[in-house]
């Protein structure tokens, strides 16, 4: 009976201390920010955005595209005309062709915000990119400005994906705790 009671005695105290350990992170004043946002990677015309740096002697002969280097400087738009939508921002980064049997990008890029209400901010985020998927998801691995301590996930959908040119349009929805 005695061994019942201390039993119930620590489970009690092990709920009561999971109970203030979650009424103290939201006593720091931490919040939830959700983000939508339009990716440009622009690969035509006279200024892409997008640029290989360095490849596998394989790589042109990958059906993927294994081992290919590109970095980035990609608009982020409020909606997805990139023409016609509030510049947000850059996403500036790299991402490698990492699948060889599936065409997967690693994904290592800021989200820079240069207008509206985190100007001056960024988000870093990384993670496997399956361009094919319908949701991919990936890392909120930092950030800075309002975003210090950020962390998070982003969610990637394709927009539009132009076959001749190789031009892009992804939706991202961002969720940062900072």
Same mark, same amino acid.
């Given at each position: ?11 009690? +105290?092990?709920?009561?201390? %999971? ?23 622009v690969?035509?015309g ?17 059906? %993927? ?41 690693f ?14 901010? %960024?988000v870093?985020i ?31 959908? %394709?927009?539009?994906?132009? +076959? ?15």
């Amino acid at each position: 009976m005695a061994a019942t009671a201390a039993l119930l005695a620590i489970l009690v +105290l092990a709920g009561t201390a %999971t109970h203030s350990e979650a009424a103290s992170s939201s006593a720091t004043g931490e919040k939830t920010t959700h983000i939508k946002l339009y990716w440009h990677d622009v690969v035509s015309g006279p200024s892409p955005t997008v640029v290989q740096v360095a490849h596998a002697a394989t790589t042109n002969a990958s059906k %993927t595209g294994f081992g290919g280097v590109v970095v980035i400087d990609d608009p982020l738009t409020e909606g997805p005309a990139l023409n016609s939508s509030r510049l947000l921002g850059r996403a500036q980064g790299t991402y490698i062709s990492a699948g060889k049997d599936d065409v997967s990008l690693f994904m290592s890029m800021n989200f820079v915000f240069t207008a509206g209400r985190y100007n001056g901010s %960024t988000v870093a985020i990384m993670g496997r990119n399956a361009v094919f998927s319908a949701v991919r998801e990936m890392a909120v691995v930092g950030g800075t400005g309002v975003f210090r301590w950020a962390r998070g996930y982003a969610q990637a959908r %394709t927009h539009t994906f132009d +076959l001749k040119t190789g031009d892009a349009t992804v939706e991202y929805n961002v969720f940062i705790k900072h």
